[in-house]
Each structure stands twice: as C-alpha cells, then as structure tokens.
C-alpha cells in the first residue's frame, strides 16, 4: 500500500512539472504567434511550424527566438532582422527534422547527429505513445467534461493520470497539451474515415443505378414466339414493303432472361470490346448466339413496326 502511495505521490509531481512546462510553452507560442502576426515576419505556416515543433521542454529556446525578435524589431532594420532571424531558426528546424530522419552513421545516437544551434534546440524529445487504457480513458474523461467546462483539457489530463495510477501501469503524466493535440488526431482520423465511408457509399450508389438505368432504345416487352410471328406478318402483307423479321432463337426465353439481356445491352454499348462475350456472360442459360439472335430479333421488329406505322400514315 505505501508502494501504491509513493508512486501516486511521483506521478503527480512529474504531472505537475509537466503542466508548468506546458504552461510556459503555451505562453512562448501565444508569444510567437503575436510577434509575426502584428509584424507580418512570415506566413502563419511558417510560424505555426516553428511552435508545432517546439515542446514543453524546450520552451526556453523559443523564449529566446521571441526576445531575439524584439530586439530586432527595436532596431535599426526591424524587419530584415526579424525576418533573418527567422529564416535561420526555420531553417535549424528542418536541419534537425532531416537529421531525425536519417539513420545515423558510424555508430553514433540519433541525437548526436542533429545539429546544436539553438533553433534545432526547438526540436524535444518524442511524446510516448498513447496506450490503449490511455485512449480509453481520454473518450471517457471527454465525456465527463464537455465543451464549457473550466480547464476542461486540464482536468482530462489530471483524470486520466489518477485513473492510469489506480490501475498501477506504466504512467506517462499526460499534460493538457497532449490531451488537445492527441483529441485533434482522432478527430482528424474519424473525419477520414467519414469521407472513405461517404465515398464507398456514393460508389456502391453508382454502381446499383448503372444496371438500373434504361437503354437508349427501350425494346418492348418480349412476346412468344407465335404471336410475335402473327404480329409482325400484318405489316408485311398490308405494305408490301416492310422487311420481315428473322426467325426466332430456337429456345424459349424467359422473363428473367429478357431482363437479363436488356440490362447487358445498356451496360455494355457497341463500342465495349468482346461486347457479345460479356452479354453472354450476364444472360443465364444463353449462348453467345442466342443472344445476338434474339437482339436481332428485337431490332427487325422495331424496324417492322415503325414501317407499319409509316405505311398507315400514307
């Protein structure tokens, strides 16, 4: 039990020096922040940069860059200054961004490989990772303090490290600027994920209405074969002149398949290579030459049809 206590009682003192160095870092990067925007130093990119890579250790550096600033706006050359001054720190910054990234040669730490001018210093240890107690905590203590709440990120931060030492694991003192940007991570992965999901949505829509929709020219419903026949010989002998359809496919054709074969026609145009390869694959129960039979068919009728109704015109 006395164990249980002191590790508490530790883990609260690197929670509270955490919070302090938060503090200070969120001072220095209001301060920043207020120095190149009321001077016009540089693009809001390019000051956001500088504070997203600054942490909580290592607040004094951008303290420094900030006094650095004043003094050079009190100068003679107020704006060259500054903004040579920020070019540097910008580019101490990249330096050592590059360097993390880069395995290191001859033996040597990642550390040692960056380089030490004091904009590089901007650069701190990486965060721990969140663990998934963590995580879990964090939806619960987000919910226990909703938007309004004073010191809403604070609290969620203290809640969380109270729950993680009852429970005895391993505690990394999460501060409140941890909190804020770990909540804007899963919200950005969650917005993300809404997209990927509204995308697949709209594509399965798509894909459902292409079958769906009718062709350019509708044929009409399909008749028996013997009635078809009777229908078609009236044009024939009344003008003379219209040409008689071919005869029809030597298999009955069903409803499901007339369906079949005038959705395969509309989704796959003229212009579709191994078009008939593709309705025949789509048509159940059909060959490849009973299908263009029967489109022919189709066509002769609607042919035989339009020139019954131009004959009677006359």
Same mark, same amino acid.
């Given at each position: 039990e006395a164990e249980a206590?002191?590790?508490?009682?530790?883990?609260?003192?690197?929670?509270?020096?955490?919070?302090?160095?938060?503090?200070g870092l969120r001072k220095a990067r209001g301060r920043l922040r207020a120095l190149c925007k009321e001077s016009r130093l540089c693009e809001e990119e390019e000051w956001e940069k500088l504070c997203g890579? &600054?942490?909580?250790?290592?607040?004094?550096?951008?303290?420094?860059?900030?006094?650095?600033?004043?003094?050079?706006?009190?100068?003679?050359?107020p704006l060259a200054a500054a903004q040579a001054r920020l070019r540097e720190a910008l580019a101490?910054?990249? &330096?050592?961004?590059?360097?993390?990234?880069?395995?290191?040669?001859g033996g040597e730490p990642a550390a040692a490989a960056a380089p030490a001018g004091g904009g590089s210093a901007l650069i701190g240890e990486r965060r721990a990772p969140w663990t998934e107690t963590e995580l879990a905590l964090l939806s619960k203590g987000s919910n226990k303090f909703p938007g309004g709440v004073?010191?809403?990120w604070g609290r969620i931060a203290d809640f969380i490290n109270v729950e993680v030492a009852k429970l005895q694991t391993e505690s990394h003192g999460r501060t409140a600027d941890e909190v804020i940007a770990k909540t804007r991570d899963l919200r950005k992965e969650l917005e993300k994920r809404a997209a990927r999901q509204r995308e697949?949505?709209?594509?399965?829509?798509? &894909?459902a209405a292409t079958p769906?929709?009718?062709?350019?020219?509708?044929?009409?419903?399909?008749?028996?074969?013997?009635?078809?026949?009777?229908?078609?010989?009236?044009?024939?002998?009344g003008g003379g002149s219209a040409e008689p359809p071919p005869p029809p496919a030597s298999a009955e054709w069903?409803?499901?398949?007339?369906?079949?074969?005038?959705?395969?026609?509309?989704r796959f145009p003229a212009s579709v290579e191994d078009r008939w390869d593709r309705i025949e694959e789509a048509v159940p129960g059909k060959t490849r030459a009973e299908c263009v039979s029967r489109y022919k068919q189709?066509?002769?009728?609607?042919?035989?049809?339009?020139?019954?109704?131009?004959?009677?015109?006359?």
């Open positions: 206590e002191r590790a508490r009682a530790d883990a609260a003192e690197r929670r509270r020096l955490k919070e302090r160095a938060a503090k890579n &600054a942490t909580a250790e290592r607040s004094d550096q951008l303290e420094t860059l900030c006094a650095g600033l004043e003094r050079d706006l009190a100068g003679p050359e101490a910054v990249d &330096a050592a961004t590059e360097a993390e990234a880069t395995p290191p040669t004073v010191d809403r697949q949505r709209q594509q399965r829509a798509a &894909a769906a929709a009718p062709p350019k020219a509708a044929p009409p419903k399909p008749a028996p074969a013997k009635a078809g026949a009777q229908r078609l010989a009236a044009p024939a002998q069903s409803a499901e398949q007339q369906r079949a074969l005038e959705q395969a026609l509309a189709i066509v002769a009728a609607l042919k035989a049809k339009k020139a019954a109704a131009a004959a009677a015109k006359q």
